[in-house]
């Protein structure tokens, strides 16, 4: 379209027609087997979620579903609930305390299983531990733990007396710890010893010691011994959980909290400036996970639900605590790599405990495509029966490899697009109705108004790309930026009036199924066509010798941006000579010759967030020879110096 090629909007080029109806076994067994839902909440949008809310236990009812100022909703006004009460406590009164939460399973083979009712006096106690140490409703709680049993325990303590957590992954720095710290005023730290990461440590309490020495809001530090090595205590500050917790009585009443009382704050990255504490409160929250939980994974009471996220991404808030534990769901959480002691690992976790739905994200199907599908054959996989994907757009060809390695060709798999800010999966397939097409996220989730527009705003027509706007408010929504209105406002709503703008491009196809093209920021502009990262990795993927690929704009002055992509091969591929030259013509082949890469650098790593995104900013800093930005969230360091090097070194070879 000429408006696109002005540079405008974005351009939609690969173009994917694989089809994958819903078997009529699944749909027979399925929740959701009826179109009828959308419509139903299209109709009446607070009515559909007023009826999702019925699954609450309330302490008190809430007098009116929604009040809507943009950009602030209240979602269930003058409610009362508490959600470990909803997550724990209501269970166990109705006989389910036996039923096993999670089984967990550390790196070095140890095994826990917890029940219900282990979990809700687990909680009970840490709470009261928690109070014991000062405490109290509205004082913010820093939780800087490994994949261990007490990550979730902390959390819903905290939720149970009111108390907003703020989890910071365990593989952050000691000042990413303090920075988030610092802004929210933490009043206590909980964290360990130590984690355990590929057979080595990881120095948890080294880095919590280094991060308070810039953090004086905090009073104590609630200390959890995994590990078992030696670490400095202060006395008076730090606390061993087993005195401490252990000591606590078993029972600990919840606090009877308001619906829009903070839950949690989650700290995003921004691509420069400091992190955005995304504020998430009570019962929406809890709905949008709990709902969008039972029906996008099918969750029925056998299941055996594995997210293989970690805990201190938003994946895990919604997805390993707070939607399954709502739903009474039967939990598998795991705390290490998935090549650690070899590279079956996974697939031996599944078979072990007869995993029937998997969550994860595309890096991690990449890595087991890289790996070949000989770890997956070796064990017996024939458990599951649903397969999903979050966190980055998955090409068409991951996708093809998870379903016929994975789910053996009988699995849906459920592409969930959604955000920190978003709390919940926003736009997703339902499996026993959703007709997949391999990479694309299908359609908004029942009772999510999403449009792609222009620069103006306009809704762009079938079979185009631009942004991806929310247009009408859910539940799980963001209710701010931590301390910060005007970046609220301006980061979310102020692009188009009245609409939430993720940040992300997107394209839809003739059936109105939505594309993900990445984030905004990504964007390259060759000649004016402004062409989307996604598509051209994705296009490079689907050469059968590329396991994993990174593209971005590198400044030229021919053409304003020229295409540079970073390509993995597959394990078994040896780059020879010209491989580079054949895949430049594919791409071209494949999705037009504007898009044609005009370098293809190999590396063996991509820099990558601890939740597996692909930084893409600072591949664009290598390219440029910039300054590296930001590194905090970068999950290994070296990888962005290996590749500087032979950056710098290829440069004359071409
Ligand atoms: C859940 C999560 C959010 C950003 C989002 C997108 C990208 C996430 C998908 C996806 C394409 C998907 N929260 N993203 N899921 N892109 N398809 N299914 O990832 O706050 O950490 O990141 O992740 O760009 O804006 S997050």
């Known amino acids: ?73 209240k979602w269930f006004l003058g409610g009362k609930l508490n959600i470990s009460y909803n997550c724990l406590d209501r269970h166990v009164q109705n006989g389910g305390g036996e039923k096993v939460a999670y089984y967990w399973e550390g790196e070095s083979g140890e095994t826990r299983t917890i029940t219900y009712a282990q979990l809700l006096e687990d909680v009970c106690r840490c709470a009261n531990a928690l109070k014991s140490l000062g405490v109290r409703k509205g004082d913010r709680v820093a939780i800087y733990l490994p994949m261990i049993p007490e990550l979730p325990v902390a959390m819903l303590a905290c939720a149970r007396i009111g108390a907003p957590h703020t989890a910071v992954f365990a593989g952050f720095s000691a000042e990413s710890l303090s920075d988030r710290m610092n802004d929210c005023d933490a009043k206590l730290l909980i964290t360990a010893d130590g984690g355990i990461r590929k057979g080595s440590v990881v120095p948890l309490k080294k880095n919590s010691d280094e991060a308070l020495k810039t953090s004086p809001s905090v009073e104590h530090v609630l200390l959890v011994k995994r590990t078992g090595e030696d670490v400095a205590v202060q006395e008076g500050r730090d606390l061993w959980w087993h005195d401490v917790v252990s000591e606590q009585p078993a029972e600990c009443e919840p606090e009877a909290l308001d619906s829009e009382d903070m839950l949690y704050l989650l700290y995003t990255s921004g691509t420069t400036a400091k992190p955005k504490g995304i504020v998430h409160t009570t019962a929406g929250y809890l709905l949008g996970a709990m709902t969008t939980h039972k029906l996008v994974f099918d969750i029925k009471p056998d299941d055996v639900y594995w997210c293989a996220a970690d805990v201190g991404w938003v994946t895990g808030h919604s997805y390993i605590v707070y939607g399954p534990l709502a739903n ?92 920190t800010e978003t709390g919940m999966i926003m736009i997703t397939p339902l499996p026993g109705i959703t007709t997949l097409k391999p990479g694309s996220a299908t359609r908004p989730f029942p009772g999510v108004e999403a449009d792609v527009v222009d620069e103006q705003g306009n809704s762009v027509p079938l079979g185009g790309a631009g942004y991806l706007v929310i247009k009408k ?64 990795e994705s296009a490079l993927v689907s050469d059968s010798r590329v396991a994993e690929a990174a593209v971005i704009g590198q400044r030229d002055d021919l053409t304003g941006e020229a295409i540079f992509a970073f390509v993995i091969l597959r394990g078994d591929v040896e780059s020879e000579k010209g491989l580079g030259e054949e895949l430049r013509q594919y791409v071209a082949t494949k999705i037009g010759a504007i898009a044609r890469p005009k370098r293809i650098m190999f590396t063996p790593e991509l820099p990558k967030t601890r939740s597996g995104k692909i930084m893409r900013r600072l591949l664009r800093d290598i390219a440029n020879d910039r300054q590296l930005g930001d590194t905090t969230t970068l999950a290994d360091t070296s990888v962005v110096e290996t590749i500087r090097e032979a950056s710098t070194a290829s440069k004359g070879d071409e």
């Open 473 to 536: 408010p859910w539940p799980a929504m963001l209710r701010g930026i931590y301390g910060d209105p005007e970046r609220y406002q301006q980061t979310y709503w102020s692009r188009y009036p009245g609409m939430y703008f993720p940040g992300d491009g997107a394209k839809r196809d003739e059936d109105g199924y939505f594309w993900l093209l990445g984030r905004v920021d990504d964007v390259m502009n060759v000649s004016g066509h402004r062409i989307s990262t996604m598509e051209v």
């Open 1 to 73: 379209m000429a408006d696109q090629a002005s540079g405008l909007t974005i351009e939609a080029l690969l173009s994917e027609d694989r089809t994958f109806p819903p078997s009529s076994e699944f749909r027979a067994q399925a929740l959701v087997s009826s179109e009828d839902i959308y419509a139903e909440a299209e109709a009446d949008l607070e009515g559909f979620w007023a009826r999702q809310a019925e699954q609450i236990d309330w302490f008190q009812p809430y007098d009116k579903v929604l009040e809507w100022n943009p950009p602030y909703a």
């Open 328 to 419: 009474h769901t039967t939990g598998v959480m795991y705390e290490g790599v998935p090549d650690f002691p070899a590279r079956d690992r996974w697939w031996s976790i599944v078979e072990k405990y007869k995993v029937t739905v998997l969550y994860t994200a595309p890096t991690a199907i990449r890595a087991h495509m890289k790996w070949g599908p000989q770890h997956a054959e070796a064990h017996d996989l024939s458990s599951l029966r649903l397969l999903g994907s979050v966190g980055e757009p998955i090409n068409p060809e991951a996708w093809l490899w998870y379903y016929r390695h994975i789910g053996g060709e009988r699995c849906p798999v459920v592409d969930t697009w959604w955000q």
